[in-house]
């Protein structure tokens, strides 16, 4: 954190998951989109504080940044998102069990 001794990096591969790979598309279209800057992603990573960074994964921060920065450029509310996830959550847990209702 911010240049804190954190021990050896890792440098065993590491296999992404679907919704990472997700994360990391979603965040170069709205780069390109001008939604996001990497100075918009660092102020809200920095905004975070340490504890996310003790207790969420890289992926989770990220997703948190790219929704605040969207939120911020008002291509949604949080109230519009809440309702949306709703949404999501009432097709089922996944893929197979979502219907079109």
Known sequence: MGGASAGPVPMDGHDFALWEKRVDALMVLCGSKG??????????????????????????????????????????????????MADVAARGGTYGEATDG
């Not at 890289?58 to 998102?81: F, P, S």
């Open 35 to 84: 939604l996001l800057s990497v100075h918009g992603l660092r102020r809200v990573l920095e905004d975070m504080g340490e504890e996310a960074f003790e207790n969420y994964s890289y992926y989770d921060r990220w997703i948190a940044a790219i929704n605040q920065n969207l939120v911020e450029h008002g291509v949604y509310t949080l109230e519009e998102l809440g309702t949306r």
